[in-house]
């Protein structure tokens, strides 16, 4: 990448990603390239593969359908929460979510140009408490040991957004309007922690 040739950057998930419940320029995928491009950087608007409602196995077909072309200088990888809603036990959750990694280290540079997120904690909103919020927490939690783990032995680097998503406990306009999706203020306070791995990741 050089200073003439714009960054680009791939978004991969499901609602969290492409902001369910918010409108476009509200989502933290597209506050991330404002925020990467106020500070200096040149970035094209991001590739985002995403829809509400995906689980892994919807992911890996999206991606085999938009086929987009790497090397990407920055990939995000953010998949789950469809996965631990529908009650698919971690054991099973983990090799899909490994083989959707190693898919976003082909996309990549390197894994330092590839950010893993946690899937955040969905059990505290107004949803989530009407659906059997303790088991979906145990399950969601062994997930997260998952995405932690894997993020660690393959080198790529990890943001954790579970606890601005536990904020929904105190603050409720941090929920979107559908009671479950994160509000505008959520996706800043994801974004806190996001840009700076992502800067970090193209510098």
């Known amino acids: 990448m050089t200073a ?3 960054a680009r950057v791939l978004a991969l998930g499901d609602s969290y990603t492409i ?3 918010v409108d476009e320029d509200e989502r933290w995928v597209t506050k991330l390239a404002e925020r990467l491009r106020e500070e ?5 608007d991001p ?3 995403a829809e509400n409602g995906w689980t892994t196995d919807d992911l890996d077909e999206a991606i085999d359908r ?3 072309e790497g090397p990407f200088d920055l990939v995000t990888l953010l998949i789950g929460a469809n996965n631990c809603f529908q009650g698919e036990s971690p054991g099973t959750f983990e090799p899909k979510f490994r083989a959707l990694l190693d898919r976003a280290l082909g996309f990549a540079e390197d894994p330092d140009s590839v950010v893993v997120l946690t899937v955040p904690d969905y059990t505290l909103t107004p949803v989530g408490q009407a659906n059997d919020p303790e088991a979906h927490a145990q399950r969601l939690e062994r997930y997260n040991e998952t ?3 894997a993020a660690s032995t393959t080198g790529t680097r ?10 929904v406990a105190e603050t409720e306009s941090l929920v979107a309007g559908d009671d ?3 509000a505008p203020d959520q996706h800043d306070l994801w974004l806190e922690r996001i840009y700076p791995v992502a800067a970090a990741a193209l510098d």
Request: proline share 15%; net charge neutral.
């Open 158 to 167: 990890l943001v954790d957004v579970v606890p601005p998503s536990k904020r």
């Open 4 to 6: 003439d040739t714009p």
């Open 47 to 49: 590739v985002v593969i």
């Open 40 to 44: 200096g950087e040149t970035v094209a």
């Open 19 to 21: 902001g369910t419940g």
């Open 180 to 182: 479950l999706h994160p």
């Open 147 to 149: 995405i932690r783990e």
């Open 66 to 68: 938009r086929n987009p």
